[in-house]
């Protein structure tokens, strides 16, 4: 028997105790870590040399009505960008109200100052106040 022929055969068996829920070296996840470990090959041999195995052993579960264990993963995780994502685009509607509010009272401010020394040029007469000299002289 080739050395690919008995990784196959590894492998179907593995995935058959997995399935079965009857693991005798992994924990028995439904990833393809799991079935790897089970197999006693490396993960990229599924990943790269016999993808039709890893994706019959998805099929399999699919079948049985479940989802893979990285599949929930990425759902909990898309789920949780998902909130991130509608939490960050409240921050910046709140960030651009914000924005234009301080940019309409910077404006009043401005315009009060401006008026404010337009009516000190026209009729005050200002006049500095004493100072005293600076302590420890």
């Not at 050395?3 to 590894?10: F, H, L, N, T």
């Not at 693991?23 to 039709?52: C, F, K, M, W, Y």
């Not at 990425?74 to 914000?98: G, P, T, V």
């Not at 309409?104 to 007469?125: I, K, N, P, Y």
Request: glycine share 6%; charged share 30%.
């Amino acid at each position: 028997m080739s050395p690919v022929a008995d990784e196959r055969d590894r492998i179907r068996a593995a995935m058959d105790r997995i399935l079965r829920g009857t693991p005798e070296r992994s924990n028995g996840a439904l990833t393809i870590v799991a079935l790897a470990v089970e197999a006693g090959v490396p993960r990229n041999a599924l990943t790269q040399r016999h993808t039709d195995l890893k994706n019959e052993f998805y099929d399999k579960v699919r079948a049985r009505g479940g989802t893979p264990d990285s599949e929930q993963r990425l759902r909990k995780q898309i789920r949780r960008l998902k909130e991130l994502r509608a939490a960050d685009a409240k921050e910046i509607a709140q960030l651009k109200a914000d924005v234009e509010a301080l940019v309409g009272a910077l404006h009043q401010a401005t315009m009060e100052s401006s008026h404010l020394r337009q009516q000190f040029a026209d009729h005050a007469v200002i006049r500095t106040l004493p100072t005293q000299a600076p302590l420890g002289r």
